[in-house]
């Protein structure tokens, strides 16, 4: 089937025809672009958060419980897992996968797990055009999972429209929240596992940190086994980006998930520009070139084979 036919399709609800355009965007197909590029964002936005935190500290747990929470409104999600270990990319334990599996035949939930490229970390790069697929047919929330390792919990936030932070008192988090640096991103912090020991004083020692910074993010507790919490979490998510859609702070977030789009596409060009080199190397090597000019003309020479 023709790309826009299938973009049509995608929009009005087709989930087959979905699968098969997430594909082509992943690979970035030349079909994947023509559909996207068939597509416009309709006028309300899908407000897309981003979901990180350590291994463990239960994300896809609460994904499930917001997942839950937004059908009971007949709110449609789709949710990216980039995270390895995620239920949804099939890496969990059984229990898991039987507890998501309830979503699977939901035509409002559309879930798919891409796999974390590149030795680096950081989100494979078909993430940010799912994400515009996933607002142009029409989700009102779209959720990422992602392992809350290396860089993947730094670009998600530059991706995400809201960042949410999950610690939890089983995970050891206080100090290794405060060590990367990832509360500063943070537009809410989610102390999850609230019903076991340590959850108060994590939740201390978060809101003393965090009191330091000029603008605070919100702070709750949540039980994402139960769903205890999550209803809380939902309504200040859905506040905050109320604030953002209507004082413009939606549209930097949007031009910075722009430019970590087309700084991935520069670095994939740089990098296979890189490839069979070995003569200009050699010329740099040699002092007959300088690394400056020998870019510039790796970059021209792929350009022409491109
Ligand atoms: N006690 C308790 N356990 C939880 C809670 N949320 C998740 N878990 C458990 O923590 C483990 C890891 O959860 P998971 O959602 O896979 O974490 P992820 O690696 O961050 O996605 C699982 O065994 C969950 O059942 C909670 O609120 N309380
Ligand atoms: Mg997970």
Redesign the pocket.
Known sequence: MKPLDLARQAAQGDRRALAQLLSWVEDDCPEGRAALSALVEPAQPACVIGIT?S????????VDALIAHLRQQDLSVAVLAV?P???FSGG?ILG?RIRMSRHFLDPGVFIRSLASRGSLGGLAPGVPAALRLFGAVGFPWVLI?TVGVGQSEIDVAEIADLCAL?LSPATGDGIQAFKAGILEVADVVVI?????DGALELEREVKATLALSSEPPPVLR????SGEGVDQLYAVLSQLWTTLRDTGGLQQRRRRRTRYEVAAALRQLASQALAGAEAVFEAVEDGRLSAQAAAERLLAQRHQQG
């Open positions: 935190g291994p463990g500290c239960g994300k896809s747990t609460l995270d270990s995620s239920p969990a898991d999972e999950v999850n596992k609230a019903d076991l949540t039980v994402a086994l």
